[in-house]
């Protein structure tokens, strides 16, 4: 993230990628479990949701920002559950090392649409940068933005409303992947589906709940109310994992609260990147959503070691009630959270074109 904000989007982006293929290269043909596990890393490595989400909002206006977010948000569960479905018959047909190498070539097509699809960095000059925000070099128009070297970094990880919105994600994926730890079991004992058919669940849960999200995330941009929006969803999401624990084995009963949870979960995921890009510093943007998506990792961690710690030693029904406990304590963090303004100014990107076509 701080590396695209002093290097450009697109270099880091593709640098990224090539680790990804790198790693994926090296793990279809790792002659060991111990270099398969050191290609994973390497995989990993190549992370670059920051950098990927501090373009996206680069050119995009404030308030269409939370729909591009969901845009990206909804490719990503939609090829969840697309993979549950075609992962065996795609293993069935290449095998364990032809996954990854398929992979290899869908970093390599997503290569191409960083060089030929994406539209050019927008330039910030100092004049544009907010006040307060650490400054950038000048800059040609279609160049990557460049920052000073007086940037501080600690202003921008500390700032109290970023600390919130870190806060949130990571409890929010600390809360999926708790959940995801006794869903699976759940679902054989309950719907009587094999692992293997729980896509079946999954894809229609997760289509519907797109199509649920989208009015009150409308709404809420319209109408400057994303902050009571994302208090209500995350109220609603600490009531669900409550539902959960005395949903009992009606497997209809779960597939309803499993929608609910996932309404409630993708307009979160779509709001708190949109929130922290409009809190940071335009200069430090990348920075900002760096640390956010770092904290969303270790949310992933903790709630993988939570629940699996928790199902172990007390069951699943306590897990669930875990969860609806940090959620709580999660709405009452984000109670102090600033509300965003209904309108802001245009990107630079908007900016600089309308100045080209003046001069």
């Known amino acids: 993230g701080m590396a695209s904000d002093r290097f450009g989007r697109k270099p880091v982006i593709a640098f990224g990628l090539l680790l990804f293929a790198a790693g994926s290269l090296w793990a279809a043909w790792a002659p060991s479990v111990e270099q398969l596990v050191w290609a994973r890393a390497l995989q990993g490595s190549g992370a670059i949701s920051a950098a990927v989400t501090a373009f996206l909002a680069d050119v995009t206006r404030d308030e269409v920002r939370s729909k591009a977010m969901a845009m990206i948000g909804g490719s990503i569960g939609l090829t969840f559950a697309l993979s549950l479905a075609l992962a065996p018959v795609l293993y069935s047909w290449v095998g364990m090392s032809g996954l990854f190498e398929l992979t290899a070539l869908l970093c390599g097509a997503a290569l191409w649409v960083v060089f030929t699809r994406l ?94 999200m989208v009015p009150p995330m409308i709404w809420a941009e319209k109408q ?97 009630e875990v969860i609806a406990l940090l959620t709580l304590l999660w709405f009452v963090v984000i109670l102090k959270l600033k509300p965003l303004p209904r309108r802001t100014h245009p990107p630079v990107a908007a900016d600089m074109q309308a100045q080209t076509a003046g001069v």
């Open 119 to 212: 539209p050019k960095e927008p330039a910030q000059s100092p004049a544009q940068s907010p006040a307060g925000s650490p400054a950038l070099a000048p800059v040609a128009v279609g160049e990557a933005p460049r920052l000073h070297t007086d940037a501080s970094w600690r202003g921008v990880v500390f700032m109290p409303d970023l600390l919130r919105l870190n806060a949130g994600i990571f409890t929010l994926h600390l809360t999926q992947m708790a959940l995801f730890v006794v869903m699976p079991p759940l679902l054989v004992k309950t719907a009587g589906l094999m692992v293997d058919q729980h896509w079946q669940v999954y894809l229609p849960v997760i289509l519907l709940s797109f199509v649920f």
């Open 224 to 320: 400057g109310k994303t902050k009571q929006v994302k208090l209500a969803a995350v109220l609603v999401m600490a009531l669900v994992q409550a539902a959960f624990a005395m949903a009992g084995d009606s497997a209809w009963m779960l597939f309803a609260l499993l929608v609910a949870y996932f309404v409630s979960f993708n307009l979160l995921e779509a709001m708190l990147p949109s929130w922290v890009s409009r809190v940071a510093p335009a200069s430090s943007r990348g920075l900002a959503l760096g640390v956010y998506n770092t904290t969303q990792a270790l949310g992933l961690f903790a709630g993988g070691w939570l629940g699996g710690l928790v199902s172990k030693h007390f069951g699943a029904t306590h897990v669930f």
